[in-house]
């Protein structure tokens, strides 16, 4: 036992069967960017022009808005200098800092100004958390610092003892808060292998006090460093290589695989869109390995979702697409489906809606 890490992850955690999965949808409820709105703010930076052909590509319709795939053109393409790709990088980091500047307004209100009451939100969460016997466990995919301003979620395995008193001087000191622009140092692969697992049981002990659910984030977030020195939020085409290339996000990419791959996992995913490839291949693996089950909260309608994620991207209405498989499948696993905004669920003059009631029968 006292050979094991959680790199080479011997340890199996019983996860329960209730699971969270977040998307860029879920924080739009709360003043987050989606996609398109991503693009506009990148877009719209003053920096950008600065940048001629970058600028060009933000309006070359056969790009289709796509801020994350031009943003893998600039920064893996030959034809952008090195001094042009850090400037670039530069005006994304600022595009979500504003975003969560935005996000973290009101930060301990239980009433925010968009309407949502986060005490009924919390209550229906701790559907998710830990039980007597298993280990509650909610996924993002926002580098957004929600959870950890407004609910004081901390990502799993947030330990200064990774690093040795070198390394802290390297880089500046560790900062275990995230309300501030400190980096987020992670550790690299020999850190990580020495996180034991005595010290994994620890954790999980140390996070059931605090707020009793395990928080990963699977594509980084920001203000997250790589154990290399840059910025470790998860963007653009190569996305699955990209996180198994960082040990503490590989280690998150294989929990949630291994989650999903237990029998008749009820999987509630808000504000996800389908849209990335090796999350969907996970999906799929369970749904036809262990018969995962998913719910789904999205504003869009049921019939253009089913439209959507069953055809290639990008789907366009009353076009010839062609049919995405792991889409057919996907949709065909669907148990519920509400097409409507966290607000509508959980409004602000905090009464119990019949959509809130519901999703609590489904998961309590």
């Given at each position: 036992?006292?050979?094991?890490?959680?790199?080479?992850?011997?340890?199996?955690l019983n996860y329960?069967?209730?699971?969270?999965l977040?998307?860029?949808?879920?924080?739009a409820n709360f003043?987050g960017?989606?996609?398109?709105?991503m693009?506009?703010k990148i877009?719209?930076?003053?920096?950008?022009?600065?940048l001629?052909?970058?600028?060009e590509?933000?309006k070359?319709?056969e790009?289709k808005f796509?801020?994350?795939?031009?943003f893998?053109?600039?920064i893996l393409g030959?034809?952008?200098?090195s001094?042009?790709?850090?400037k670039?990088?530069k005006?994304?980091?600022?595009?979500?800092?504003?975003m969560?500047l935005?996000?973290?307004?009101g930060?301990?209100?239980i009433?925010?100004?968009w309407?949502?009451?986060?005490e009924?939100?919390?209550?229906f969460l701790?559907?998710?958390f830990?039980?007597?016997?298993?280990?509650?466990v909610?996924?993002?995919l926002?580098q957004?610092?929600?959870?950890?301003?407004?609910?004081?979620w901390q990502?799993?395995?947030s330990k200064t003892?990774w690093f040795s008193?070198?390394?802290?001087?390297q880089?500046?000191?560790?900062?275990?808060s995230?309300?501030n622009r400190?980096?987020h140092i992670l550790?690299?692969h020999d850190?990580?292998?020495r996180?034991?697992?005595?010290?994994l049981?620890?954790?999980?002990?140390?996070?059931?006090k605090q707020?009793?659910?395990l928080?990963m984030k699977?594509?980084?977030?920001?203000?997250?460093?790589?154990s290399?020195?840059?910025?470790?939020?998860?963007i653009?085409?190569n996305k699955?290589?990209d996180i198994e290339k960082?040990p503490l996000?590989?280690?998150?990419?294989?929990?949630?695989k291994k989650s999903?791959?237990?029998?008749?996992?009820r999987?509630?995913l808000?504000?996800?869109?389908f849209r990335?490839?090796?999350?969907n291949?996970c999906?799929?693996?369970?749904?036809?390995s262990?018969k995962?089950?998913l719910?789904?909260?999205?504003?869009?309608?049921?019939e253009l979702?089913?439209a959507?994620?069953t055809?290639?991207?990008p789907?366009?209405p009353g076009?010839l697409?062609e049919?995405?498989n792991?889409g057919?499948?996907?949709?065909?696993?669907v148990e519920?489906?509400f097409?409507?905004?966290i607000?509508e669920i959980?409004p602000?003059d905090g009464?119990?809606?019949?959509?809130?009631e519901t999703l609590?029968k489904?998961?309590k």
């Amino acid at each position: 036992m006292e050979g094991c890490s959680v790199n080479k992850t011997c340890m199996d955690l019983n996860y329960r069967k209730n699971m969270l999965l977040f998307g860029a949808g879920f924080t739009a409820n709360f003043g987050g960017f989606l996609a398109r709105e991503m693009w506009v703010k990148i877009f719209n930076n003053p920096d950008l022009n600065q940048l001629t052909k970058a600028k060009e590509l933000f309006k070359n319709s056969e790009k289709k808005f796509d801020f994350e795939n031009i943003f893998s053109e600039i920064i893996l393409g030959d034809g952008y200098s090195s001094d042009d790709k850090t400037k670039f990088e530069k005006i994304i980091i600022e595009t979500y800092i504003s975003m969560q500047l935005i996000i973290g307004q009101g930060e301990n209100q239980i009433i925010d100004s968009w309407g949502v009451n986060q005490e009924e939100l919390k209550d229906f969460l701790s559907l998710f958390f830990f039980n007597e016997e298993r280990v509650g466990v909610c996924f993002t995919l926002n580098q957004d610092l929600f959870f950890e301003q407004k609910f004081g979620w901390q990502p799993f395995i947030s330990k200064t003892k990774w690093f040795s008193q070198e390394r802290l001087k390297q880089c500046g000191g560790y900062k275990i808060s995230y309300s501030n622009r400190d980096p987020h140092i992670l550790p690299n692969h020999d850190e990580l292998n020495r996180f034991s697992e005595v010290e994994l049981v620890t954790e999980l002990e140390s996070v059931k006090k605090q707020h009793n659910i395990l928080y990963m984030k699977l594509h980084g977030s920001l203000g997250w460093v790589s154990s290399d020195g840059t910025s470790r939020m998860i963007i653009g085409k190569n996305k699955k290589s990209d996180i198994e290339k960082e040990p503490l996000l590989n280690f998150y990419f294989q929990e949630f695989k291994k989650s999903l791959n237990q029998e008749e996992v009820r999987l509630l995913l808000v504000g996800y869109g389908f849209r990335d490839e090796h999350i969907n291949e996970c999906l799929v693996n369970a749904i036809d390995s262990k018969k995962l089950k998913l719910y789904i909260i999205s504003p869009e309608s049921p019939e253009l979702f089913q439209a959507r994620i069953t055809h290639k991207y990008p789907y366009l209405p009353g076009a010839l697409s062609e049919i995405d498989n792991n889409g057919v499948k996907i949709w065909n696993a669907v148990e519920g489906f509400f097409p409507n905004t966290i607000r509508e669920i959980f409004p602000r003059d905090g009464r119990k809606t019949n959509l809130a009631e519901t999703l609590i029968k489904i998961f309590k």
